[in-house]
């Protein structure tokens, strides 16, 4: 995948080492739109779609997963990662039933960690690979890992944006 076709998003790995800005500004929308009192953040638009407050679960958990995994590859070699758990997530840990004002603090909490541990990356470090599983198995360096959370951040900003019309 080097762009999305639904978002527009385009691969480029210079972009790395300011992935950590991005998510960070990025994640600031999306936590005012879940403190927004004029929008209904926990209804579905429709019974398959992910309310506001479930993606914004979503994008909370998808932080706090990428950040283990970057810990992980900077002291195992080539680790594999195991996908995350997207939809039994949503049931295990009952994204419907939180508290948005909870999970707006959480994800702006879980996008500083993330972006910290990226800051933390020497030179040598941004190229140590891991075996990823999405979109197919690859081997990919955590560069590719920065730049494809900035992917998921901005994938699912435009997912509430296309709720909020
Ligand atoms: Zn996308």
């Given at each position: 995948?080097?762009?999305?076709?639904?978002?527009?998003?385009?691969?480029?790995?210079?972009?790395?080492?300011?992935?950590?800005?991005?998510?960070?500004?990025?994640?600031?929308?999306?936590?005012?739109?879940?403190?927004?009192?004029?929008?209904?953040?926990?209804?579905?638009?429709?019974?398959?779609?992910?309310?506001?407050?479930?993606?914004?679960?979503?994008?909370?958990?998808?932080?706090?997963?990428?950040?283990?995994?970057?810990?992980?590859?900077?002291?195992v070699v080539r680790p594999?990662?195991?996908?995350?758990?997207?939809?039994?997530?949503?049931?295990?840990?009952?994204?419907?039933?939180?508290?948005?004002?909870?999970?707006?603090?959480?994800?702006?909490?879980?996008?500083?960690?993330?972006?910290?541990?990226?800051?933390?990356?020497?030179?040598?470090?941004?190229?140590?690979?891991?075996?990823?599983?999405?979109?197919?198995?690859?081997?990919?360096?955590?560069?590719?890992?920065?730049?494809?959370?900035?992917?998921?951040?901005?994938?699912?900003?435009?997912?509430?944006?296309?709720?909020?019309?």
């Amino acid at each position: 995948m080097d762009w999305c076709k639904e978002c527009g998003f385009e691969y480029d790995l210079s972009e790395a080492r300011k992935a950590g800005q991005a998510i960070v500004g990025g994640v600031v929308e999306f936590a005012a739109i879940l403190r927004a009192r004029d929008v209904e953040v926990t209804t579905r638009p429709q019974p398959g779609t992910w309310s506001p407050l479930e993606y914004g679960c979503h994008l909370r958990d998808v932080l706090l997963v990428q950040r283990e995994r970057v810990l992980l590859a900077r002291r195992v070699v080539r680790p594999p990662f195991s996908p995350m758990g997207r939809e039994e997530r949503a049931d295990h840990d009952g994204y419907a039933e939180q508290d948005p004002d909870d999970v707006a603090r959480q994800l702006t909490d879980a996008a500083q960690m993330f972006a910290h541990v990226l800051s933390r990356l020497g030179r040598e470090e941004w190229d140590r690979s891991v075996m990823y599983h999405y979109p197919q198995r690859a081997e990919r360096s955590l560069q590719w890992v920065a730049v494809h959370t900035v992917h998921e951040v901005r994938h699912h900003l435009l997912d509430l944006r296309r709720q909020l019309v």
